[in-house]
């Protein structure tokens, strides 16, 4: 690009450029200070930026550039800047100022290269619709190479909502959210998906030590709600096909541990869930179920490039009709997972997906009555995840 920077430090508008061999990337204009433009002699437009206190102006052509250092098309995702607003370069010169080539401004979340072009660089991945592909053997420790599961999931919207006022609050959306396995077949999916954190400002209890100086701890409940419907778990087993339909969820939770925005948490939840289950050897039966569930959300970075989730969950069905004698029916689960952003394509990410689970259960006929275990790796392409707030 030292053609770029020839060509600039010629203009007819006479701003001088510093001279570098190998320069690295110019800094970037502020999103959140003026910036002015004005024609030089040839009639292209400049913008130019000033920070007062290091007496320092950037500048870079209003347009995008091509490899060669020409104007080729108008900057994307910028603001609007007026000409011939007043800006006296001769006076900023007069006054000490120095000017140095720069970028142009962009949003927040965005970025640019050294030619003007616009890229997003944060994403919210608890903003979005997403599909992806993967590879999930089963039973890993009995024999890792026995299985070919391919595995498909999918989230038509992902929404999560902040609300910052005096007792900070954020709603989480998910529509029509899940996984189908294949070889052999199961499938997992929840039609709506609704939970809220809270944070109390008042405290629950406020505790007073008197070792040493006086010191007082506060002891908050943050309590909220977690809520489920339409969901549905198909099963292939020895004995035919099974159906478990939750078709409502209801759960109180704590949250242990927020993060200053809510965004990450760790919490207890526990509640009931209306179910019906279908299996060839006890037919269809209903069911009110106790569940219990530790859940860890976690947003690792400020560009949102890394999540972790964890959920261990505990289900215990309470049938309408008896399952039978002297026997205790009850799911358990527990499931790791990690994303990151691997690259952009068109400003949508696509991310690499990796999880470590297990199950044990006793409810499905043909199911053993132990622990299975699952890893899963695949890429997920989000067709919409906006810039993380600020």
Not at 107 to 134: I, T
Not at 233 to 256: C, F, I, P
Not at 282 to 291: D, F, I, M, Q
Request: with cysteine.
């Amino acid at each position: 690009m030292k053609s770029v920077y020839a060509a600039l430090a010629a203009i007819g508008i006479a701003l001088p450029a510093i001279s570098r061999a190998d320069p690295p990337l110019p800094p970037m204009m502020d999103p959140d200070r003026p910036v002015h433009c004005g024609r030089d002699r040839a009639g292209d437009t400049w913008r130019m930026q000033c920070d007062d206190a290091k007496k320092l102006c950037l500048y870079a052509p209003d347009s995008e550039l091509d490899a060669d250092g020409n104007r080729v098309r108008p900057l994307e995702q910028v603001r609007d800047c007026a000409e011939n607003d007043g800006f006296d370069r001769a006076a900023y010169e007069k006054a000490g100022y120095q000017f140095i080539p720069g970028r142009p401004d962009a949003p927040w979340g965005w970025s640019r290269d050294e030619r003007g072009r616009v890229f997003q660089v944060n994403f919210d991945l608890h903003r979005r619709m997403y599909f992806g592909v993967g590879y999930s053997p089963q039973k890993i420790i009995e024999n890792p190479l026995e299985s070919t599961r391919s595995t498909v999931d999918f989230g038509l919207l992902v929404l999560d909502i902040y609300d910052p006022g005096p007792e900070p609050t954020r709603h989480r959306i998910r529509l029509l959210e899940g996984e189908v396995a294949l070889q052999p077949f199961s499938a997992e999916v929840t039609l709506a998906h609704y939970d809220m954190s809270h944070r109390f400002m008042d405290p629950l209890l406020r505790i007073t030590t008197f070792v040493g100086e006086p010191e007082r701890h506060d002891l908050h409940l943050d309590l909220g709600m977690f809520t489920e419907a339409g969901g549905l778990e198909l099963r292939q087993t020895s004995y035919g096909d099974t159906e478990l339909w939750k078709h409502a969820t209801a759960q109180v939770t704590m949250d242990l541990w927020q993060s200053a925005n809510l965004e990450s948490f760790v919490r207890l939840r526990t509640g009931g869930i209306l179910e019906g289950q279908y299996d060839p050897v006890n037919g269809y039966r209903s069911a009110l179920t106790e569940s219990t569930a530790l859940d860890i959300d976690a947003v690792l970075d400020p560009a949102g490039f890394h999540n972790v989730r964890f959920e261990l969950a505990h289900e215990l069905p309470r049938y309408f009709t008896p399952y039978a004698p002297n026997v205790l029916v009850q799911r358990m689960h527990a499931k790791l997972q990690y994303e990151t952003i691997v690259l952009a394509i068109n400003d949508q990410p696509l991310s690499l997906h990796v999880a470590a689970g297990g199950e044990k259960r006793n409810d499905i006929p043909g199911v053993p009555d132990q622990w299975a275990f699952v890893v899963d790796a695949g890429l997920r392409f989000s067709l919409w995840a906006p810039p993380r707030p600020r």
